[in-house]
């Protein structure tokens, strides 16, 4: 347990209430981002790299994607 | 229940599971070093057995591909369940898409982006291809380099424009390629019943550890599974796309 990953876990626990805490679902869209690739980390460290992989592809790229698709169509804005 | 009461409620929950959960914590093995018995069993299992480098790949491919061809099947029915709720309706048209149209200056991308575009698509395209291909010997595999070639489709739409996503990713291409990946993976398991090993057995030639082609089945499963996933993914984004850019109901 050495402050890499401390840190690296506290990062996780405050992306993870900030992304909670984003109201507006544009935003949390993008939050939502940060988070897949705060847990990524954590995953590196904690020697899981397919995991990380994983992760990073869907929380950062498929989840905020599908979600501004979803808003977009919804709200009937410009995507 | 109104807010004040339920709050208590969380608070009163928080605190029970944070005196389960921090002795539980406390009892776990430390970081790095435990001396866990599936581990031990599994490693020797995955290199000499079956001569693959990457104990995770042979696991999931392998020693539990019978979970695997089980993800499968879910992904499969989210695919076929996205693309029958997001069908076209009676009442629906299918247009050209909107953004496009009404605000052609606003719709395209800068010269910058697409530069940018152009390299990293084909960039992220090969990195997934390579993490199925290698998925046996380093850290990836098929499931990841199917997300990662599927994020590089994605980006073909974000960093240039919806006409080059749609030719790419265009469904009556798609689901049969992925249909056809998923009957290949369970072709590859019912050879394994034929030889009388079981389903889903590793019946090829096992090769030499750290060379491409050695674990036998596992590469074999793994580009099946990537190609799956690829499209799966792929057809799902595309019919969201649609819906969101083109479908316009009355």
Redesign the interface.
Same mark, same amino acid.
Do not use: C, W
């Given at each position: 347990?050495n402050l890499l990953?401390v840190v690296s876990m506290l990062a996780v626990a405050v992306v993870g209430t900030g992304v909670v805490l984003t109201r507006d679902p544009l935003r949390q869209a993008a939050a939502a981002g940060a988070f897949g690739l705060v847990m990524a980390v954590l995953f590196v460290l904690?020697?899981a790299?397919?995991a990380a992989?994983?992760e990073i592809?869907?929380g950062s790229?498929?989840i905020p994607?599908?979600v501004l698709?979803?808003v977009?169509?919804t709200r009937g804005e410009?995507? | 229940m109104i807010p004040r009461a339920r709050l208590l409620l969380f608070f009163v929950g928080a605190i029970a599971v944070g005196l389960l959960a921090v002795p539980a914590f406390g009892a776990l093995p430390?970081?790095?070093h435990a001396g866990d018995l599936v581990g031990d069993v599994l490693v020797p299992l995955s290199v000499e057995a079956r001569r693959t480098a990457?104990t995770?790949?042979a696991t999931m491919f392998d020693m539990r591909a019978i979970d695997t061809v089980g993800e499968e099947a879910i992904l499969f029915a989210a695919v076929a369940g996205t693309s029958l709720l997001l069908r076209i309706l009676r009442e629906e048209r299918e247009e050209e898409p909107e953004?496009e149209a009404?605000?052609p200056q606003?719709a395209q991308r800068s010269p910058a982006v697409r530069l940018v575009g152009v390299g990293l698509v084909g960039l992220l395209a090969l990195v997934g291809l390579t993490?199925f291909a290698q998925g046996h010997l380093s850290?990836?595999?098929g499931?990841?380099g199917g997300?990662?070639v &599927?994020?590089a489709v =994605?980006l073909v739409y974000?960093l240039h424009d919806y006409a080059a996503f749609d030719a790419l990713a265009d469904t009556d291409r798609l689901e049969p390629v992925e249909g056809l990946a998923i009957a290949a993976m369970l072709a590859v398991g019912t050879a394994g019943l034929l030889t009388g090993e079981g389903f889903l057995a590793n019946v090829l030639p096992l090769g030499d550890l750290g060379t491409l082609p050695s674990g036998g089945t596992i590469p074999v499963l793994n580009v099946l599974s990537g190609v799956a996933v690829a499209a799966g993914?792929s057809i799902?984004?595309a019919e969201? &796309?649609e819906?969101? =850019?083109r479908v316009r109901g009355d």
């Amino acid at each position: 347990m050495n402050l890499l990953l401390v840190v690296s876990m506290l990062a996780v626990a405050v992306v993870g209430t900030g992304v909670v805490l984003t109201r507006d679902p544009l935003r949390q869209a993008a939050a939502a981002g940060a988070f897949g690739l705060v847990m990524a980390v954590l995953f590196v460290l904690l020697r899981a790299p397919d995991a990380a992989i994983s992760e990073i592809a869907v929380g950062s790229v498929f989840i905020p994607g599908l979600v501004l698709f979803a808003v977009a169509k919804t709200r009937g804005e410009d995507g | 229940m109104i807010p004040r009461a339920r709050l208590l409620l969380f608070f009163v929950g928080a605190i029970a599971v944070g005196l389960l959960a921090v002795p539980a914590f406390g009892a776990l093995p430390a970081l790095g070093h435990a001396g866990d018995l599936v581990g031990d069993v599994l490693v020797p299992l995955s290199v000499e057995a079956r001569r693959t480098a990457n104990t995770v790949t042979a696991t999931m491919f392998d020693m539990r591909a019978i979970d695997t061809v089980g993800e499968e099947a879910i992904l499969f029915a989210a695919v076929a369940g996205t693309s029958l709720l997001l069908r076209i309706l009676r009442e629906e048209r299918e247009e050209e898409p909107e953004i496009e149209a009404r605000a052609p200056q606003v719709a395209q991308r800068s010269p910058a982006v697409r530069l940018v575009g152009v390299g990293l698509v084909g960039l992220l395209a090969l990195v997934g291809l390579t993490m199925f291909a290698q998925g046996h010997l380093s850290p990836g595999g098929g499931f990841q380099g199917g997300v990662v070639v &599927a994020g590089a489709v =994605l980006l073909v739409y974000l960093l240039h424009d919806y006409a080059a996503f749609d030719a790419l990713a265009d469904t009556d291409r798609l689901e049969p390629v992925e249909g056809l990946a998923i009957a290949a993976m369970l072709a590859v398991g019912t050879a394994g019943l034929l030889t009388g090993e079981g389903f889903l057995a590793n019946v090829l030639p096992l090769g030499d550890l750290g060379t491409l082609p050695s674990g036998g089945t596992i590469p074999v499963l793994n580009v099946l599974s990537g190609v799956a996933v690829a499209a799966g993914i792929s057809i799902i984004l595309a019919e969201f &796309a649609e819906q969101t =850019l083109r479908v316009r109901g009355d």
